[in-house]
């Protein structure tokens, strides 16, 4: 069972990335998933999530990124376009359920907005 992370990389500001979550083991589609970011000397901080079919975004993020998921491919996608160099960040996917339990987070991948 693991959730892993890719897409992540060094783009300018004003650019473009698309981040996949990608499970298995366990079908994503039955989970509340977010995304979240931490930068450097900085606390964890939520972005995003989807709850079926209903999205939620932080003000940080609202109108530049937007979050989906493709249950055939049991992937969950963040776009992230106009990016600032305030978004390099590590970036976790999470995987949440209350019943049956379960909590899954993703090693994180590593997005760098420099010029």
């Known amino acids: 069972v693991q959730l892993v992370e890719s897409g992540g990389g060094l783009v300018q500001p004003g650019g473009s990335l698309r981040l996949s979550c990608a499970a298995s083991?366990?079908?994503?589609?039955?989970?509340?998933v977010g995304w979240f970011r931490q930068g450097p000397g900085m606390a964890r901080e939520g972005l995003s999530c989807?709850?079926?079919?209903?999205?939620y975004y932080a003000d940080s993020v609202k109108g530049r990124f937007t979050i989906s998921r493709d249950n055939a491919k049991n992937t969950v996608y963040l776009q992230m376009n106009s990016l600032k160099p305030e978004d390099t960040a590590v970036y976790y996917c999470?995987?949440?359920?209350?019943?049956?339990?379960?909590?899954?987070w993703g090693q994180g991948t590593q997005v760098t907005v420099s010029s």
């Open positions: 083991g366990f079908t994503l589609d039955d989970y509340a």
């Open positions: 999470n995987a949440h359920r209350i019943w049956p339990s379960g909590d899954y």
């Open positions: 989807i709850v079926n079919n209903t999205t």
